[in-house]
């Protein structure tokens, strides 16, 4: 597996990003009965800068789409994990776009990555490598 750079993934890829993101906003503040007026002010910006923002289109950041989620009580793995899909070119599970709940699959994803990190480390030292320590 390789890392992708900006360049790579091309402007089409992030375009879809946000608009995937902004439809989630859009779902989750339709749900939580929130206006645009009344997002906009909970994360400092106008009522039209979030209609383009659910549009997909105009100037916000990956930043300013995380503000929104936290301000409608949702961590950013709740829009990472569909970012990850698109970046994966897998399709996203339908089952998950029906879930408003992602906080147990968060901590699970983070003990994952946890455990695949320590397996690792156990790898690297049982070679007789130098094990990775905390700065």
């Known amino acids: 597996m390789t890392l ?11 375009a879809s990003i946000k608009e995937l993101s902004g439809k989630l906003i859009e ?4 749900g939580d009965r ?3 007026r009344g997002l906009g002010k909970a994360v400092g910006r106008t009522e039209r800068w979030i209609r383009e923002l659910e549009g997909g289109a105009g100037t916000a950041s990956l930043e300013d789409h995380i503000r929104c989620a936290h301000a409608l009580r949702r961590t950013a793995s709740h829009l ?5 899909t698109v970046e994966q070119k897998m399709a996203i599970p339908h089952e998950l776009l029906l879930q408003d ?3 147990e699959l968060e ?5 994952i990555v946890s455990r695949h ?3 690792a480390v156990a790898r690297l030292a049982s070679r007789g490598g ?3 320590r905390p700065a």
Not at 27 to 30: A, G
Not at 80 to 84: R, V
Not at 107 to 111: A, W, Y
């Open 27 to 30: 779902r989750w503040r339709r």
């Open 117 to 119: 990190q320590a397996a």
């Open 4 to 14: 992708q750079s900006p360049h790579e993934i091309g402007a089409d890829l992030f």
């Open 107 to 111: 901590r699970d994803i983070i003990d």
């Open 130 to 132: 130098t094990t990775l």
């Open 34 to 36: 929130i206006s645009q």
């Open 101 to 103: 709940d992602l906080w």
């Open 80 to 84: 990472f994990i569909f970012l990850f």
